[in-house]
């Protein structure tokens, strides 16, 4: 089992201050959390920048993501380490990741930039019930989303500062291999926690 923040914004995202050299140190350090997914809005730069850093690391996994602001609201391609072509619509940014073997998450639906129920209209692969920087009742209300969508339901911090990091996490039944992950959580094989604490759906 290996547990991994899935939704992390670098400096390369134009409103967070995290440095990636930090970021894969933390990571590095951190007692339990040992995969991190680098989903920098609308860009990989972060990504390929903290992947070359944590080269020189042992046990820690870089996942390839992004967060591409959609017409409808933000969502999170995570497996592949490019940028969707434009424009950049929904459906186009499903059928994308869809043709890369990517998975397509919905994160904090019932935020600012969340697709809100406009979720339901789509076949995504999980949702982010557990968002770091969201209220109680917006990850309550994604969690039900992902119920009545019978989809998977993963955490991540959404971190744009460094204290921000490693709020809540994903336990994934996999090994550190980036496509066992990517297909643990596309089997469901996940709870989400935070600090910690495990919460089970
Ligand atoms: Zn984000």
């Not at 968002?131 to 992902?146: D, R």
């Amino acid at each position: 089992m290996i547990k991994a923040d899935l939704h992390i914004h670098t400096l390369f995202s134009n409103d967070s201050s995290i440095h990636p050299k930090t970021l894969v140190e933390q990571l590095y350090a951190h007692p339990y959390i040992k995969a991190a997914a680098i989903t920098d809005h609308n860009t990989v730069k972060g990504f390929h920048k903290v992947r070359d850093l944590a080269a020189a690391y042992s046990d820690i996994t870089i996942i390839p993501g992004i967060e591409v602001t959609t017409v409808d609201g933000d969502l999170i391609i995570l497996g592949v380490a490019e940028v969707p072509p434009e424009p950049w619509t929904v459906g186009n940014v499903i059928d994308f990741a869809r043709d890369a073997g990517a998975l397509v998450i919905v994160p904090h639906p019932y935020r600012e930039y969340g697709l809100g129920d406009a979720a339901r209209n789509y076949r995504f692969d999980a949702v982010e019930v557990l968002n770091g920087g969201s209220a109680n009742q917006a990850n309550a209300m994604a969690e039900n989303l992902a119920r009545e969508l019978g989809i998977p339901g993963v955490a991540g911090s959404d971190a744009h500062k460094l204290e921000e990091l490693w709020s809540v996490y994903t336990e994934i039944q996999a090994s550190a291999s980036l496509d066992d992950i990517l297909e643990a959580i596309r089997k469901g094989l996940v709870r989400v926690a935070r600090f910690g604490k495990s919460i089970y759906f």
